[in-house]
């Protein structure tokens, strides 16, 4: 069956610092969603990716999709305070039901 | 944010009494998502409905109950809650199926089971 993979769990960064999650697939996916939960919040949508190869850009965040749609990434440049929480990647394999990784918790240390 | 209210936000119960949790949208979205999230698994899809009266089950659907009278109500029921169904408890909308569209999440409901 379908197993993505969502590295790391944790994570702490010197605010400043650069951070990367990344989602691994053993199988292609059709699309990948990225979201931001903050402590005590509630998932937030941030960005849907469906092309191979595909790159977006928001501000700071920049995510990618595998040329093989079997893996993606999100990457913060120069990581602040307000970047905490957990990053969550949700995935659909197609006929395969669609599912979110285990997250990634980040702490940014002042 | 989206037009999406749980209730109620906390709950505390006791082992074996009934519980029903509400989500409420004002999006007039088709389909409407519980989901559970516990420490080390993420979150966990429970059941999803794809209109009024058309549900289906999630991977962790054991032990719950779902309905939908209404396009702007659906309910999530533990019939006989136990203390492994303590958890943060979201309800999520998207206008049409889920991988294609975003989802919109609503505050969520923690739940305690004594």
């Known amino acids: 069956g379908q197993q993505v993979m969502q590295i790391p769990q944790y994570q702490h960064v010197q605010e400043g610092e650069d951070f990367t999650t990344y989602c691994n697939s053993s199988?292609?996916?059709?699309?990948i969603q990225w979201y931001k939960q903050r402590p005590g919040g509630h998932p937030v949508f941030l960005i849907q990716?469906?092309?191979?190869?595909e790159v977006k850009k928001q501000k700071r965040l920049t995510f990618q999709f595998g040329e093989a749609k079997k893996n993606s990434s999100l990457h913060i440049t120069a990581t602040q305070t307000t970047d905490v929480g957990t990053y969550f990647c949700?995935?659909?394999?197609?006929?395969?039901?669609?599912?979110f990784g285990i997250g990634t918790k980040l702490q940014v240390i002042p | 944010d989206a037009g999406i209210t749980q209730s109620p936000r906390h709950k505390v119960t006791e082992t074996g009494t009934p519980v029903t949790l509400r989500c409420h949208q004002t999006?007039?979205?088709?389909?409407m998502y519980w989901y559970r999230q516990d420490p080390g698994h993420g979150l966990r899809l429970i059941h999803y409905?794809?209109?009024?009266?058309?549900?289906d089950k999630g991977e962790v659907s054991d032990g719950y109950s779902v309905s939908r009278s209404k396009t702007e109500d659906f309910l999530l029921t533990l019939e006989s809650a136990t203390s492994s169904q303590t958890s943060v408890y979201f309800c999520?909308?998207?206008?049409?199926?889920?991988?294609?569209?975003?989802?919109?999440f609503g505050s969520g409901t923690q739940l305690s089971v004594l």
């Open positions: 999520a909308i998207s206008e049409s199926k889920s991988g294609a569209e975003k989802l919109f």
């Open positions: 199988t292609t996916l059709s699309n």
């Open positions: 990716l469906v092309k191979s190869g």
């Open positions: 949700y995935y659909s394999g197609g006929y395969q039901k669609v599912t």
């Open positions: 999006e007039n979205h088709r389909y």
């Open positions: 409905s794809y209109g009024v009266k058309d549900t």
